[in-house]
């Protein structure tokens, strides 16, 4: 009796722990399915925006001021009275111009003095090697001898140079625009003595604000505009894009003007015009985006664009900024839907819900 009712709880103890199990493999199967219907019909809800076609005025302007193209202050290297003045104030000098004589006497009898212990050096020297030959002398005598005509040509090399530098000689070519000196003037290391400048082409420095700034590189050709020539158009091209910002957040923007009439002057007020129309009331039709559609920052050039409820990744090429809208010069198509929000839930082929 006890033998089967020990039996029985047995049987009965499968069947219970067979249920459990059925019921557990039951539930989970449940929640698998209930979990990949999830799944299927998860989508993220995104914001979007249509890439179109608008009127957007690309007029922008920068004033700024004409400097020359080479401006440089000569200073004398040696002292010594300023025997001859050849130049005057106004003319014009190239390069390797004398522009001015420093008395050369004491030179002269320095160089004069010079030459003479070089050459007696050298008769010296060439008497000591063929004594060596000889075994006349030691090898410590010839070396001697050696450095002695060593040192006298580098004392003739030296006073031929400080007598070369009595000629004060242009080192670029230029307008003489202020003269320090005349005949009888003393100078010194470092005492001005002329600035020259050239301006057959000037420098014209402006100031760029960082919305504008990306659109441009060295090398673009601009219009520049005067007040002095308001109905003449002269032609520049970008020479310089500072690289940092000033504490105005602007960058300095340099362009180089010809100017080989000579109508400008330095100093004078210029007007950069970075766009084709003369028109700040005129716009023209861009294809654009708004810039949140931009995935990672504008450098990425990487945007959504929906399709049939799933989003795609597209690289895409971008053009100028206009703030809140970048140009877009290919990769997209007119009536385009692209993420404006939401992008850092997405993957490629996400599927989303466009929230309206």
Known sequence: MKTKNIIIIAVLLILVGGGVATVINNKKKSQEEIQLVVQTNASIAVSV????????????VANGTFEPFQELNFSSEISGKIAQVLVDKGSYVHVGQTLAIIQQDQRNIGLSTAQASYQNALVDNQRYENAFKTGGITK??????????KN?????????????DTNVKATIDGIVNAKYIEPGSVVGPGTPLFEI?????LKLKVE???NHIINMKTGDVIKVKT????DKTFVGKITFIAPKARMSLN????????????????GMYGTAVFSDSEDESEKKPVF?????????????????????????????VSGRNFGDKIEILSGLKASDIVVTSGQINLSDDAKVTILK
């Open 49 to 60: 925006a249509q890439a179109q076609f608008e009127n957007i005025s690309t007029y922008y």
């Open 140 to 149: 410590q005598q010839l070396d001697m001898s050696r450095l002695q005509l």
């Open 152 to 164: 006298a040509k580098a004392q003739f090399d030296l006073a031929k140079i400080n007598l070369g």
């Open 197 to 201: 400048v050239n301006v057959s082409s």
């Open 208 to 210: 760029v604000d960082e």
């Open 227 to 230: 007040s002095v020539f308001p």
């Open 251 to 266: 960058f300095p923007v340099e362009i180089q003007v010809s100017n080989s009439q000579n109508e400008l002057k330095a």
């Open 288 to 316: 654009v985006i708004p810039r949140d559609a931009f995935v990672g920052g504008l450098e990425n050039n990487q945007v959504f664009v929906v399709k049939n409820d799933i989003a795609k990744l597209i690289k895409v």
